[in-house]
Each structure stands twice: as C-alpha cells, then as structure tokens.
C-alpha cells in the first residue's frame, strides 16, 4: 500500500499540494500495474482522489474561485459525504496553495506538481479563455496534448494522423496516412518517427490486441468503423467535397484510436502496438476483411457469443458488477440518443449555413437591381453578411462534428467494448463452473469406482481416475483464478475509463462552448460593422 | 381544433414594413382581437373616426377573410382607382406548418422524454400563436393603407366593409367568377409580355418599368431564400432542445464529476434554444415578412404599370378608329369623343401613377431601412445575451479546467 491517507484527515488535502509529497506518491505508470491495483483496492469514492491521475483532476471538485462558488455544488462533484465536508472547511486554505501549483506557462510535459512552486497565477475572466479559432478545422491536437498533460505521470506520447495519400487506382486504390509518434518513453527506440499505414492495418492491430486482452478483462478500444460507401467513392477518385470530407473524418478518428490505444498503460508496452508504431513495413492485415476466413470466423463467433450470452445465467454474487453493467447500459441507450440528436444538429446546421449563402447570394442580385443608390449598397452590404455568417455557421457544424458528436460516436463503441469485457467475465465465470461440474463428475465416477466388482481393472481405472481428477482440480483453480483475476482487472479498467469519461467530456464540453461563443461573438462583430450601412441609408 | 383568441396590445410590429400610417386621426383603424375557430379565422376591425361619412365615432364588426379579399378585389376593378396602386390583399391564414409539425410531435411521441414533449409542444404553441399574429397584423396593415390613402380611404365599399355590422356573406366565387379570374390572369400575362416589349415614350415609365420587372424577380427569390434560412434556424433551435433533455437524462443518473457540467451544459442549451428561436422569428419577422410584403407591393405597382399600358393601347385604338370614322366620314363624332377620353384617362393614368410610384420608392426605402436596421440591432442584442449565457455557464462550470485550458491555449 502506498502513502495513501484517508481523506477525512484535513491534513491529507494539503500533501497533494506539497510537491516533495507529490513525489513520493506519484509512480510512473509503467510500474503502475501493481501499485495501481492497490490505490483500486481502496474505497471506490476515493479514487477521484488518487495521485496518479492529473492534478486538474484533483482541483476538479473544488473551485479555485471560493467566492463564487456556492457550496452545493461541490457536493455534486466528489463521490462521497466525507470529501464534500471537508472541501467546505478546507476552501481556503487548499484554493491559496493550490493556484501556486498550477503553472499556466509551463511548457513541460512533466508531472505539473513536480515542478517547484510556480507564479501565482491572475484570476481568470471568462474573457480569457475565448480566444480566436486558429484554423476552421478544430485543433484536433488538442485533445491529446491535453490528455498527455493531465496525467501528470510521465507519460509522454503524442501520436499524430496525417497526409492521407492515395495510392494504386481503381478498385485496388487505397489510402495511407502517416503516423507520427513523438515520445520520450524508452519502450522505443528513437524519439521521433514516422511511418505509412493503411486502414487494414489500423484494424489488423484491434483485432491482434482484443484477441489477446479482451479476455483477460481489458477494456481495448475499438477501431474506427468500416464504410464501403465511404471508401468506393475515393477509390473512384471523386475528387470532391464529400471525399475529402470522409478521409478527414477518418484521418481524426484514426488519430484518436491510436492515442486511446497507447493511453492504455498496459496496450502501449504491447510489441504489436510497438511494431505497429515503429517498424516500416508491417505484414498486410488481409484477416480483417469481412470475407475472408478470418472475417467468417469472426462472424460465426460472434453469433456464438450472442447465443451463449442468453443462455448463461450468472450468480452474481458481487453487486458492484451487476450495478456497473447496469449502468453501463442505461448509459449506452442515453449516448445513442444523444449523438443521434447531435448528428440531426449538425445537418441542420449545415442546411443553415447553404441556405444563408443562397440568400446571401440572392440578396446581392437584389442589391444590383436596386436603383436607390444608398439602399443598393445597404444591400450588397447585407449579402456579404450574410456570405460571412454562412461561412460562421459552415464553421460551427464543424465544431458541431468533430467536437460532439464524434465524442459521442467514440463513447458508443467504447461502451460496446466494455460490455463486451462484462461478458467475458461471465464467459471465464462460466469456464470455472464447468470445470466445477466437471471435477463434480470425476469425484462421482472415483467414489462410484471404490465399488467396482473389476479388481483388475480398477486400479488402472483408479489411477486414471485420480489423474483426472488432479487435472479438474487444477482446472477448477485455474477458472476460479482467471474468475478473480478478469474481476480485479475489470474493476480496474472501468475506474480507469470512468475516469477518462469525465475528462473526455469535461474537455469537450468546455472546448464546444468555447467555439459557440466565438460563433456569437463573430455575429456580433458582424452586424455592428452593418449597422450603421443601414443607418446610412438616406 | 385549438380556439386561439388574441389580443394585440402594443403597436402592430409589422407596422414597420409600411411606415406611415394611421397618421390621420380623422380615420383609425386597428384588429384588436382575432379569433381563431378550426380553420375559420374571424377579425375584430375596430374604426374610430371623426368623419360625418360614418354612422358613429366608435364602432366594431366581425369580418374574415374572403371579406377582404372581396374588398380589394372591388378596388381593383374601380375603373376610378386604375391609376392608383393598390395595396396588396393579405395572404390567406396559412397554419399548415405548425400543423403538420404538430402532427410530427404525435408520432414522436413516444421516443421523447416528458420534459422534451412539454417543451416541443410549447414551441408548437409558440409558432401558433405567432402565425396567427402575422395574419393579424397583415390583415392590419391592409386596411391602415387604405385609410391613409387620400382617395381610397373614401371608398364608398370600404365604408360598407368597415360599418356593416351584418355579415357581409360575400357570395363565393361561383363558377362564372372563377373562369372570370382565370381571364384576368390570362389577359395579365399578356400584359407582361405587352409591357415588357414595348419601349414607352415616357422616360419615367420607362425606367420604372425595367426596374419593377426586374425587381419584383430578384424580391420573390429573395423572399423564398431568406423563408428557407429562417426555417433552418428553427430547425437548430429545436434540435437544442432534444440534446438538452437527453444531457439531463444521463446528468441524472450520473454520479462522477461530469454530473454538473452535464446539467449545466443542458440548461445553457434550453437557454439557448429559446434566443435561437428568438433569433430566427426576428429574422422572419425583419427580413423574410420586409421582402414578402414589398414583392406583394411591387406587384400592385406592376399591376398599375398595366393598367395604364392597357389605356395606352385604348388611346391607339381609339385614334385607328377615330381615322377610320374620318375616311369613312361615319360616326366621326363620336370617335372623337371616344378618343377623348381615351387620351383624358390616359393622362390622368400617367400622372396619379407617376405621383403614386415616386411615392412608393419613398416608403420602400424607409421601411427597408428600418427594418434592416432594427435586425442588426436584434441580431446583436440576441448575439450578445448568447455570450453572456455562455459565459456564466463556463463560469459555473468547473472553473478550475479553465486553468488547464488556458495553458494549453498559452502553448499554443
């Protein structure tokens, strides 16, 4: 057990803002797997609180800002009684050491808290953060830095999806994106580095990595999906909208696939992660096509799952599992409607921003034919606009996309893979009582054997028997430790998603208000540069 | 079917798209309630007057509104008025969008949640409510035109439409009247096409001619482009409301840090929707109802435009006539006369028109410059609570994460 305190001791809130303690606490996350299963091991509503995750994570239940803030909310941030009394009796004293640590100028990537006390920091105005966008495509970095960033440890990676090139034509053709890793882990051998990989490849490495760790409990994320339709129309070398459209699409999901991947504390160690981010050329992962042998398989197995899935009725005896998946599928149902609303906003939106531009269009012809010299440029003023808001609302469908409900698309697979990993435990819990029955079975058949009226056959019958049933024992225990460990394993892995959720969310959400406010703020600007055209109209 | 009654207290704002108006206090007109009954609509036309013309200064009666539609169908063929431009009839009440989204909202709903189906219908109730205003108000505007016209407001028929208190049980189009119309359209086309291929002597006409044509073209595009912008708009707003409810389904069963960004995020969303709805029925409102009023207008100039080709074309045949009667030295005196007064109303044609259409381009330019100006100034008042609400919402969320995103902003 590490240098966890109780949180009901004052004292313990003020060590996360000492950074000698920090030190101590903190363990870099290769070696995590075996501390981390014991911070697990403690009281699930303090986990919210463990050194390991970032230090914003840390603040997160509590304002920096005291005064503002009013005490309910607090509550509903921190998972359990004890944490939001103190908050309350502590809100002083931690917010005035906690704004030290903080450094909002610190260009490492090292743990945030291990630096030495940084500058105070000036109290921040909503006025700061909205700050123009760069580009209109979103920063799609962002994401990453900020995640590499905030798990404090050193983990350092940051992997980038880029140049989609095509290659070969016709039906042959396909497309290769560069991906370049930048990290300072020793699992590799340089620094920097960059090499070509096509789609299969991206699902070749998923299918390597869930046939190996699904089972044993891990959550793998899943690979982007697959679109037929997408892909003929590049490979017919459409070269429009639309296509540059989709390969952007799947260049970010791409990109976003890989980093959960080596996000993974256990993943990124993988030599098929390692081979696949490193090595030039990698064997062509003809399996995952959907009709070849491998895809056959996969199918058939898959119905097999469902099938088993029904008939197997578990015992469960431990409620934090039951409660989970229960959870676990309120929350599928809710994402799935959500992203399908989020993905009606976009298209409306976009619908939006080609109406406005018809008008703008229209209302510039308008301004022509006008013969009122003062109107006629009033409305040319008006179309040109107009012309800018359409471009303003093309913009924020944008964000609308990439920001929300591609966020919400990940988040669907990603649940679809945790359930996934429930039923993999039924299925090893499965295996253990099978083994039971089996060991059951061999006992009956030794006891039954001890009656026999074959005196020469029965030793050689006993042996045998006495063989087998060693055999089943050691089966039994085998199920019965595969059982506990896919359990630790399985909490573990949905403390850790659960984790990334919030943060995933919180980000996005901050970032998607952030470019609704610039959209408005773009507005105004807009029409106070039209109003006095319209003034001046004589 | 919902029974609607509307009061309509403050100033008509579509009184805007036609400024000056119900400046006269001889003659004041207004619709101050209306009542919506199934598909039938029925007007309260209220008139206060200090005319003699009228039986009492204060007075009230029901119409609807074919009642209208008689009315300026009766002006229109007032060989007095031909060289008036006449206002444009309103639009009949058309409630079929709200209806069919109405019928939308039954089917749906069984996905939403009850939160979502209240407010879905709300703004249901909402756009009801403000169609029926914009009938109101157009039906408004009609008759303040014609009270503040100097020749129309003594229109002996207006007065019958204004003080009548029985149903005026205007005989419906019947058969005969109806291919009637249809002749009228016909013979309208060919006046396109007559008007269109002639150069007229007059420069004015002239002028005003090519611009009324290709203008009244650019409007009805214009119209039927911003009515599409405006719907998309609504569209938004309502999409705002389902990830707004569905936000405060999962918020509900949250419990991790997320649950209050997550609430708080659906409410900022529930906020937002209503300005974007505000947004959008401004814009109807300022620009789409603007262009649709005036394409109306402009017709009614077009049709004044005819009218007086038509009298050109009576005054030359007059005149082949008049040198018929001559060589043939057959009924000359009553050619002439018949040339007369071709010529006669010709003239009184060109000079009321004339008179009518500077007028015109004057209140055009006045409305359309009210009416742009007070969109921008809703568009930034609306922009603006926007970033408030945004604001405050980033503000009450985890304040702290500004910390984080502030830094990465300063690596950027």
């Known amino acids: 057990m590490t240098a966890w305190e109780p949180p009901d001791r004052p004292r313990s809130r003020l060590a996360y803002c000492c950074p000698e303690k920090m030190a101590e606490d903190r363990e870099p996350p290769p070696l995590a797997d075996a501390v981390q299963t014991d911070f697990r091991e403690v009281e699930e509503g303090e986990d919210l609180f463990v050194s390991t995750v970032s230090t914003a994570e840390q603040l997160s239940p509590t304002s920096p800002e005291p005064a503002s803030f009013p005490a309910e909310d607090i509550s509903t941030n921190s998972n359990g009684p004890k944490q939001e009394i103190l908050l309350d009796d502590d809100q002083e004293d931690l917010f005035a050491e906690a704004t030290e640590e903080v450094s909002l100028d610190s260009p490492e990537r090292e743990p945030i808290l291990s630096d030495g006390p940084s500058p105070a920091i000036t109290p921040v105005t909503p006025t700061v953060i909205i700050t123009p966008r760069v580009d209109a495509l979103f920063d799609r970095s962002l994401d990453e830095d900020e995640e590499a960033e905030e798990n404090g440890d050193t983990f350092d990676m940051q992997i980038t999806v880029s140049d989609p090139e095509k290659v070969g034509d016709g039906m042959n053709a396909y497309m290769a994106y560069k991906v370049t890793t930048k990290t300072s882990l020793s699992l590799f051998s340089r620094n920097e580095f960059s090499v070509k990989r096509r789609f299969s490849d991206f699902l070749g490495l998923h299918s390597k990595l869930a046939s190996k760790y699904m089972h044993i409990g891990y959550i793998v994320p899943p690979a982007p999906e697959k679109s037929i339709v997408g892909m003929t129309k590049v490979k017919v070398g459409k070269e429009d909208l639309s296509s540059a459209e989709f390969v952007e699409k799947r260049r970010s999901a791409l990109e976003r696939y890989l980093m959960r991947t080596v996000n993974h504390p256990a993943l990124v160690k993988d030599p098929d992660v390692i081979q696949f981010l490193e090595n030039t050329e990698l064997p062509r992962a003809v399996s995952t096509q959907a009709l070849s042998g491998a895809g056959i398989l996969r199918m058939v197995n898959k119905a097999a799952d469902a099938v088993n899935k029904m008939t197997i009725k578990m015992n469960e005896s431990d409620a934090w599992f039951e409660e989970k998946q229960q959870q676990f599928e309120n929350l599928d149902i809710q994402l799935r409607k959500l992203h399908a609303s989020v993905e009606s906003l976009v298209c409306h939106r976009k619908e939006l921003s080609v109406n406005t531009a018809s008008f703008a269009k229209s209302a510039a012809m308008l301004g022509n034919s006008e013969d009122h010299t003062a109107l006629s440029r009033a409305l040319s003023q008006l179309a040109e606009v107009e012309e800018k808001i359409d471009q303003l609302h093309h913009e924020q469908a944008y964000a609308d996309f990439y920001l929300f409900s591609e966020l919400l698309g990940d988040y669907v697979r990603l649940i679809t893979a945790v359930k996934g990993v429930f039923d993999q435990r039924m299925k090893t819990w499965s295996k253990w009582q099978d083994a039971q029955v089996m060991l059951q079975r061999k006992r009956e058949a030794e006891a039954k054997l001890q009656y026999a009226n074959k005196p020469d056959k029965l030793q050689q019958a006993k042996d045998e028997i006495k063989e087998e049933i060693e055999e089943w024992e050691a089966k039994v225990q085998q199920g019965e430790r595969d059982f506990e460990q896919i359990s630790k394993n399985i909490r573990r892995e949905v403390e850790r998603f659960e984790k990334q959720r919030v943060k995933d969310f919180k980000v996005v959400i901050i970032k998607y208000l952030e470019s609704l406010v610039h959209t408005q703020q773009q507005l105004i600007k807009y029409w106070e540069a039209f109003l006095p055209e319209a003034k001046a109209i004589a | ?412």
């Not at chain 2, 001619?209 to 609504?234: N, P, Q, V, W």
């Not at chain 2, 109807?284 to 435009?305: F, G, H, N």
């Open chain 2, 1 to 412: 079917m919902i029974k609607l009654i509307v009061q309509l207290s403050s100033p008509s704002l579509l009184r805007s798209v036609s400024v000056d108006l119900n400046n006269d206090s001889s003659l004041l007109i207004d619709i101050p309630d209306a009542l919506c009954e199934r598909d039938k609509v029925k007007f309260t036309v209220h008139t206060k007057t200090t005319l003699n013309s009228f039986q009492k200064p204060d007075f009230s009666v029901s119409r609807q509104h074919e009642d209208f539609i008689w009315l300026h169908d009766t002006l229109v063929e007032t060989e007095e008025y031909a060289g008036l431009i006449i206002p444009p009839a309103p639009p009949k009440p058309d409630f079929e969008s709200p209806r069919e989204k109405m019928h939308k909202l039954g089917e749906g709903e069984a996905t939403m949640t009850k939160e979502e189906y209240t407010k879905m219908k709300q703004e249901l109730e909402a756009e009801y409510l403000a169609v029926f205003k914009k009938t109101v108000q157009v039906h408004e505007i009609f008759l303040q035109r014609l009270s503040s016209h100097p020749n129309l407001s003594k229109d002996r028929n207006f007065q019958i439409f204004l003080e009548y208190d029985q149903d005026l049980s205007v005989r419906r189009k019947n058969a005969k009247e109806m291919f009637g119309g249809f002749f009228k359209n016909m013979v309208k086309s060919a006046d396109e096409v007559l008007i269109s291929g002639i150069k007229d002597v007059d420069e004015f006409f002239e002028q005003e001619k090519t611009f009324l044509l290709d203008y009244f073209s650019k409007i009805k595009d214009s119209t039927a482009k911003a009515e599409k912008m405006t719907r998309s708009h609504k569209n938004v707003a309502d999409d705002y409301i389902h990830i707004s409810a569905t936000l405060n389904s999962i918020a509900a069963d949250d419990n991790t840090a997320l649950k209050q960004h997550l609430e708080k995020f659906a409410e900022l969303l529930e906020k937002l929707r209503k300005v974007e709805g505000r947004v959008a029925s401004d814009q109807e409102l300022k620009l789409t109802e603007l262009l649709r009023y005036y394409m109306r207008d402009i017709q009614a100039a077009k049709d004044l435009l005819y009218r007086r080709a038509r009298a050109l074309a009576d005054y030359e045949n007059s005149n082949k006539a008049l040198d018929k009667a001559r060589l043939k030295s057959k009924d000359v005196a009553q050619a002439e006369e018949n040339q007369k007064q071709c010529l006669l109303k010709f003239d009184k044609l060109s000079e009321s028109g004339k008179k009518e259409l500077t007028s015109f381009k004057g209140r055009r330019v006045v409305a359309f410059r009210k009416n742009l100006i007070e969109m921008a100034e809703l568009e930034i008042k609306h922009a603006k609570q926007c970033v408030i609400l945004h604001s405050t919402c980033i503000d009450l969320m985890d304040s702290s994460f500004i910390f984080a995103v502030v830094q990465v902003r300063g690596r950027r």
